[in-house]
Structures are given as structure tokens and as C-alpha cells.
Nanobody
Framework: QVHLVESGGGLVQPGGSLRLSCAAS????????MGWYRQAPGKERELVAT???????NYADSAKGRFTISRDNAKNTVSVQMNSLKPEDTAVYYC??????????????WGQGTQVTVSS
């Protein structure tokens, strides 16, 4: 019914950049907040960045100044540009979307995740 497709993950050297994108498709009335979370082995899933429909952003302290989140409401996509990547950024990155379907209220959907590895 609703699925999120992520792209852009991969292997980069420290100091490099990646751009992750996520597209929502299926049957829904509207998308509310969208964002990115990440989870490293043995650690809890944590916030990277979120953005509201109106463009208000929120970043984890570790992401501020390096990552930039954006969205295209017409295309139902959200992206995060990640610059100056560090080894500690290595994790599986998950797209998150809170949306309203035609049969339910606000509901959270997650993507399958895309691996980001920062290594020399």
C-alpha cells in the first residue's frame, strides 16, 4: 500500500560526501514529517535529521553543519546531503515518513535501510 524506497548509500572515504534519497509511493492522503535515522551494530536507532511539510528542520548534534535535509512535496521525496563524513557515521540509514492514508490517521512507515560505510 505504502512503501519507501531509499537510494544513495555506499562506501566513501573520510571527508567524502553522499546524498541519500527516499521516495514514497502507494496510496496515501498526505505525508507529514519525513526524516532519516541511522543504526550502527550494537547501538540504538538514532535521529539524523527530520523535516516538516512546511520545511522546518531538526538535526542531531552530530549532523549539524555537515548534513542538509530537504524535501520535494510534489514528488514525495526527502533527501539528505551528507558532507565531511566520518567513520562514526557508518550505519544503516533508514528513511522515515509519517503520513495519513485514506483509511487511517497519522502512521509511521520505514524504508528497508541503506548501508553507509565511511572507511579509509
Amino acid at each position: 500500500q505504502v512503501h519507501l524506497v531509499e537510494s544513495g548509500g555506499g562506501l566513501v572515504q573520510p571527508g567524502g560526501s553522499l546524498r541519500l534519497s527516499c521516495a514514497a509511493s502507494g496510496s496515501f492522503f498526505r505525508i507529514n514529517d519525513m526524516g532519516w535515522y541511522r543504526q550502527a551494530p550494537g547501538k540504538e536507532r538514532e535521529l539524523v535529521a527530520t523535516i516538516t511539510t512546511g520545511g522546518r528542520t531538526n538535526y542531531a548534534d552530530s549532523a549539524k553543519g555537515r548534513f542538509t535535509i530537504s524535501r520535494d512535496n510534489a514528488k514525495n521525496t526527502v533527501s539528505v546531503q551528507m558532507n565531511s563524513l566520518k567513520p562514526e557515521d557508518t550505519a544503516v540509514y533508514y528513511c522515515r515518513a509519517a503520513l495519513n492514508t485514506y483509511s487511517s490517521g497519522n502512521y509511521v512507515y520505514w524504508g528497508q535501510g541503506t548501508q553507509v560505510t565511511v572507511s579509509s
